[in-house]
């Protein structure tokens, strides 16, 4: 591959999860929190500051739904540790480059992006 598909595959992926990232229900907060440090699913839905974080309240299995969402995206990556993978996620650097535009908040996605980035996620074939 040249440096010139490299370029324009990095901005599609870039395109792609910034678009997903507006309609996923996370603040910037959250994002920023996680530059810090790992989270796990549990420990966001058991959060008592949880809006703060978040647009709406969101069970375990939600989060980590969308979790792993985020890492098929590249923006999320599961934190490592001496036995392995563990359930906590870090930002990578391609999610920093996401989130490098916003820096009060992330737009909610109007009612045309999140149907699209439904199918994205949910039809991908189509």
Same mark, same amino acid.
Do not use: C, K
């Given at each position: 591959?040249?440096?010139?598909?490299?370029?324009?595959?990095?901005?599609?992926?870039l395109r792609r999860a910034r678009a997903a990232v507006r309609c996923l229900p996370f603040r910037l907060v959250?994002?920023?929190q996680l530059e810090q440090?790992?989270?796990?699913?549990?420990?966001?839905?058991?959060? /008592?500051?949880? /809006?703060?974080?978040?647009?709406?309240r969101l069970g375990w299995r939600r989060c980590e739904d969308h979790f792993i969402w985020l890492i098929q995206l590249g923006v999320l990556r599961r934190e490592v540790d001496g036995q392995g993978l563990t359930? %906590?996620? %870090?930002?990578?650097?391609?999610g920093r480059d996401v989130?490098?535009?916003?820096?009060?908040?992330?737009?909610?996605?109007?009612?045309?992006?999140?149907? %699209?980035?439904?199918?994205?996620?949910?039809?991908p074939r189509l």
């Open positions: 591959m040249n440096a010139l598909t490299d370029t324009s595959q990095d901005q599609n992926a959250f994002y920023q440090g790992a989270i796990s699913s549990t420990q966001l839905a058991s959060s /008592s500051d949880w /809006s703060r974080l978040s647009r709406t359930e %906590r996620v %870090r930002l990578t650097p391609l989130l490098a535009i916003w820096t009060d908040a992330i737009p909610a996605a109007g009612p045309l992006l999140r149907l %699209r980035g439904w199918l994205r996620r949910h039809r």
